[in-house]
């Protein structure tokens, strides 16, 4: 019994001269040997500064996997608003374009040369033909804006056809490639005798006939409406260029085909010419 008790005090003995001395030792530190921990503990943060550089550039994309995980969300919304605000602007481009284009358009039907004195008409193609046998087109401006059957219809370079029939807001034009179509044509050539063209079909060039063989056309060489007695169209309408030239030895004529100046595809406005024939 005597011996537990002895073995008892000394280990109460032993913790307090423990205790005593961790005190000292955090005294001391907080007085003057503070400096020199300091030091060490400096030299220490230097010896290990590499280290640490290491180990943070390989942590690093760890941490950034982390951190894109945790933002992914954010980011998917932020990436979305760009993408419907990018649409947008392409889409306002667009209307702009379109909008010069029609611009374009409208000023180029304003100002043509050959029109001359002739009263015109500005209207918009609002459909395209509805058979597979004709080639014709219709425009938004009828009969009570001064349109009239045979008056003929202009885009920019040339003539594009004939009104077929005109209703009181709306019209039907016969276009000049139309099979049904035969116009009066001259070459642009001081003395050229009239011939005739005849359209072949939407896309396919007019054939011409009445070419004798002691005539000359050239590749590229402008037609014009004729205009002689008995036509339906006004003179000096550029028409189309001269594509194709065929003469065989011998033969009286020539084959000569035409390439139209102006087509209504792709074309948002035309101008009627309100012309009449002379009865």
């Not at 590499?50 to 992914?72: T, W």
């Amino acid at each position: 019994m005597s011996t537990t008790r002895r073995n008892t005090s000394q280990r109460l003995t032993l913790v307090i001269l423990v205790l005593a001395s961790i005190t000292l030792v955090t005294l001391d530190y907080r007085g003057e040997a503070n400096h020199g921990i300091t030091s060490v503990r400096n030299a220490a943060r230097d010896a290990l500064s590499p280290v640490q550089r290491v180990l943070s550039d390989a942590l690093r994309p760890i941490g950034n996997f982390f951190s894109g995980a945790v933002n992914y969300g954010s980011a998917v919304r932020e990436n979305e608003q760009l993408r419907s605000q990018l649409g947008t602007l392409r889409r306002e481009a667009l209307q702009n374009e379109e909008a010069e284009h029609q611009l374009e358009q409208i000023l180029n039907e304003e100002h043509l040369p050959y029109v001359q004195n002739l009263p015109t008409l500005l209207a918009e193609v609002i459909s395209g033909s509805s058979s597979n046998f004709e080639d014709t087109f219709e425009i938004d401006r009828g009969t009570s804006s001064g349109v009239g059957v045979g008056m003929p219809v202009v885009a920019g370079p040339g003539l594009v056809g004939t009104v077929e029939s005109a209703g009181p807001s709306t019209s039907v034009v016969q276009a000049l490639t139309d099979p049904g179509v035969v116009i009066g044509v001259r070459f642009d050539t001081p003395g050229a005798q009239p011939v005739e063209a005849a359209g072949q079909g939407t896309g396919s060039p007019l054939q011409l006939s009445g070419v004798t063989a002691d005539m000359s056309p050239k590749r590229g060489e402008l037609l014009y409406t004729s205009g002689v007695l008995g036509d339906t169209l006004p003179a000096g309408i550029p028409v189309g260029t001269v594509s194709t030239v065929h003469y065989s030895p011998g033969s009286l004529t020539k084959t000569v085909e035409i390439t139209p100046l102006a087509s209504v595809q792709g074309v948002g406005e035309v101008t009627v010419l309100q012309w009449f024939p002379a009865p």
